[in-house]
């Protein structure tokens, strides 16, 4: 039985030059190195610029691709292998047929970080807004940077909505939209949400989302549901959306 977890500490903003340091040798093992380091001779990343944020079991950079490359800048998650919920991986993991449940921690990593690209593509290909995800190595993915003028976006939880009943109807219509199409984001809620340039609201950190067929499909969707409910009931919204 899966266990609907409390949210959620945020996580937590980059402060210092000497903490920046710390988190970047938290993920930078011998294997990432070797990782980026193909990465970038296959001609992606130029260079990794500065942590974006640390989150529970990942990293993510900003980092600049070289300058033929068709964008400014990229954002780079990097999974830590020893600091991964691996019983969370498994719970996520399993029923998919899409993947494989790896006994081995790093190897599991590595599945789940293929996960959240497909994840993204599927989304993408359906026409949600997320990032577009370049590449994936490893425990590295890579994806589009939202952002603007080199600043990463904030999530809906740092910025607070804009324009609540107008976000709401937009992202239940995502939400619907995915659900329609067999997928399920699995850990949607305020942190989850980028508030990029124009008013645009991308959904991020899709690895846990699940597809059609899943024994908790539908538990994860109304839990989605909820979530978002629940913000924007905050800041006045009759929030309406409860089943499909
Ligand atoms: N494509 C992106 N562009 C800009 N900033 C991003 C992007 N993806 C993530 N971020 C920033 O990094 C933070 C963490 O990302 P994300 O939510 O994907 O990881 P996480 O919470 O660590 O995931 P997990 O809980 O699975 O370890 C986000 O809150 C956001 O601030
Ligand atoms: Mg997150």
């Known amino acids: 039985m899966a266990t609907i977890s409390k949210r959620k500490r945020p996580p937590r903003e980059i402060k210092t030059l000497k903490e920046q340091l710390k988190i970047e040798a938290s993920v930078f093992d011998r294997y990432v190195f070797r990782t980026v380091g193909s990465l970038m001779s296959a001609?992606?990343?130029?260079?990794?610029?500065?942590?974006?944020?640390?989150?529970?079991?990942s990293v993510v950079f900003r980092a600049t691709p070289p300058p033929d490359y068709p964008a400014e800048f990229l954002a780079v998650k990097i999974y830590n292998v020893e600091n991964s919920n691996f019983?969370?991986?498994?719970?996520?993991?399993?029923?998919?047929?899409?993947?494989?449940?790896?006994?081995?921690?790093?190897?599991?990593?590595?599945?789940?970080?293929?996960?959240?690209?497909?994840?993204?593509?599927?989304?993408e290909e359906m026409g949600v807004?997320?990032?577009?995800?370049?590449?994936?190595?490893?425990?590295?993915l890579v994806m589009d940077f939202i952002g603007e003028g080199g600043a990463p976006s904030?999530?809906?939880?740092e910025r607070g909505p804009a324009n609540p009943e107008w976000e709401y109807e937009f992202l239940m219509g995502e939400v619907k939209k995915?659900?329609?199409?067999?997928?399920?984001?699995?850990?949607?809620?305020?942190?989850?949400?980028?508030?990029?340039?124009?008013?645009?609201?991308y959904m991020i950190d899709l690895a846990q989302g699940v597809i059609k067929g899943h024994p908790f499909f539908d538990e994860w969707y109304k839990r989605d549901v909820q979530n978002?409910?629940?913000?924007?009931?905050?800041?006045?919204?009759?929030?309406?959306t409860t089943l499909i």
């Not at 978002?228 to 309406?240: D, L, P, Q, W």
């Open 178 to 201: 995915m659900y329609k199409n067999g997928f399920v984001h699995a850990d949607l809620s305020e942190y989850n949400v980028l508030c990029g340039p124009e008013g645009k609201l």
């Open 129 to 140: 807004l997320v990032p577009h995800p370049h590449v994936f190595k490893d425990n590295v």
């Open 87 to 123: 019983k969370r991986m498994v719970e996520y993991i399993s029923n998919d047929p899409r993947f494989e449940v790896k006994k081995n921690r790093r190897k599991l990593v590595y599945e789940w970080v293929k996960k959240e690209y497909r994840n993204l593509l599927m989304c």
């Open 228 to 240: 978002i409910n629940r913000y924007y009931e905050k800041f006045g919204v009759r929030a309406t």
């Open 43 to 57: 001609g992606i990343i130029a260079s990794i610029d500065f942590p974006i944020k640390r989150g529970k079991e």
């Open 154 to 157: 904030k999530t809906l939880f």
